[in-house]
């Protein structure tokens, strides 16, 4: 009785080594199998990983270009509107001085009833004048200065109001 009790207990320890072998076999397949799957959703995410940031990087290219080529149309606006603005600087001042010396006068159209008092023909003409028609005051210089002071203000203002209102068309699309 022994021996068969030796007998079943080395068959029992064979039996019970073959299904630890067993099983740890069965679990290395299956973990061999989860992990080619997780290896395979690994791939497929760092795929769609990949494929979002390079979607993204060229987004951000686009709107790159699209600011750089904001930027330089500000750039050539500004230049534009500035040679505009040194311009009618440099007409005011060019003006302001032949007021100063004389070379040019300003000059009001008066109304033919107020100059002679009544609806008659002049009498005599001044000798050296040109012009015919209505009689013309001559306006004081320092009047006159500020009369081209007032309307080279005017064309700046003209002038900035060009420069705002393309720049809100480039901005807002419509041309």
Not at 33 to 40: E, H, N
Request: hydrophobic residues 45%; glycine residues 6%; positive net charge.
């Amino acid at each position: 009785m022994k021996i068969d009790a030796v007998k079943w207990g080395g068959v029992l320890l064979i039996i019970l080594a073959l299904m630890a072998c067993s099983a740890w076999a069965a679990w290395a397949w299956q973990a061999n199998a989860y992990g080619q799957q997780l290896a395979v959703k690994e791939a497929a995410h760092q795929t769609e990983r990949t494929n979002l940031a390079n979607a993204s990087s060229a987004q951000i290219l686009a709107e790159q270009d699209k600011r750089l080529a904001l930027e330089q149309w500000l750039a050539a606006s500004d230049l534009s509107h500035y040679r505009a603005f040194t311009d009618e600087k440099t007409k005011q001042a060019r003006l302001r001085d032949r007021l100063s010396t004389a070379d040019l006068r300003l000059s009001v159209q008066l109304a033919a009833t107020a100059a002679t008092g009544c609806d008659a023909v002049q009498a005599a003409t001044s000798t050296g004048v040109v012009v015919y028609g209505a009689h013309r005051a001559q306006l004081d210089p320092a009047h006159a200065q500020r009369i081209i002071g007032i309307t080279g203000d005017g064309d700046k203002g003209l002038i900035a109001l060009q420069a705002c209102q393309a720049y809100a068309k480039e901005v807002s699309g419509t041309k």
